[in-house]
């Protein structure tokens, strides 16, 4: 499963931005941040909010854990897109509901399935981006 997120990941950041492509190898320069906006639908009371968390900092949002991993966007074109790596567990922590990579600009592509709640990314932030 977590194969086919990373293979899913690098699909798509193939197909989103200009690739140098050389025989068989691929790059791509990407810079990593540990802080990202996401953004938590609640499809039972019909609310929406945008919250920035750091890496590794841990949200409650009902009755799930949402961890926050790292965040990497296209050095390129850092307003194009983000990549962010999301576990969530269920409120025991015992449970894993998610794990896996969520691409901004196609949240459907690798997301979140629960009954009450939508999570995906939006964005990356940072002041200070370590470069790949």
Known sequence: MQFRSVLLVFVMMIASVGVA???TTVSMKTATVYSTTLRFLDKVAGTAR??????GETL????????MGECR???????GDAFAFITVMGDAGEEEIFRGWMIASSPGLNALDHVRY???????????AVTE
């Open 21 to 23: 492509q050389t025989g």
């Open 50 to 55: 945008d919250i920035t968390l750091k890496h």
């Open 73 to 79: 966007y296209p050095v390129a074109n850092p307003a």
């Open 118 to 128: 939508d999570v995906w990314p939006l964005r990356c932030v940072s002041l200070d």
């Open 60 to 67: 409650k949002l009902g009755k799930l854990l949402i961890i």
